[in-house]
């Protein structure tokens, strides 16, 4: 099962980006009113590892931010892991998978 932390500063978000110098990071951007999103995240449990989410009803901010500073257009639901501050991985809707994911991890 996954380990879901909330991102809820930019502070926070930038915290994230500095790890993901050191270790890939997964980031899931969640809609409290979709029941795509909520399904998916059903899914994205499947990651044993953190998953650092947001959602973006409660802080659009944030979610601008790492639209901007990943350059992928915001979308929810939708997971990115970033690696030194990029995106590796990239996913959104029913395109996210949690094998992917774990792939994505795998030169942690």
Same mark, same amino acid.
């Not at 996954?2 to 500095?18: G, Q």
């Not at 999103?37 to 959602?55: A, P, Q, T």
């Not at 915001?74 to 997971?79: A, E, F, M, T």
């Given at each position: ?45 499947? @990651?044993? %590892? /953190? ?10 901010? &944030?979610?601008? =931010?790492?639209? !901007? ?11 990115? @892991?970033? %690696? /030194? ?10 395109? &996210?998978?949690? =094998?992917?994911? !774990? ?6």
């Amino acid at each position: 099962m996954a380990n879901f932390k909330p991102i809820k500063s930019k502070e926070t978000l930038e915290e994230l980006f500095k790890q993901s110098e050191d270790r890939p990071v997964v980031i899931f951007k969640h809609s409290n009113t979709c029941g795509i999103s909520s399904h998916v995240m059903e899914m994205v449990d499947e @990651v044993g %590892r /953190d998953v650092h989410f947001v959602v973006v009803q409660d802080d659009r901010d &944030i979610s601008n =931010e790492i639209a !901007e500073r990943t350059g992928r257009v915001h979308q929810s639901p939708q997971v990115i @892991v970033i %690696r /030194d501050g990029k995106p590796i991985y990239h996913a959104t809707h029913y395109g &996210i998978d949690a =094998e992917a994911i !774990e792939k994505a991890l795998e030169d942690e």
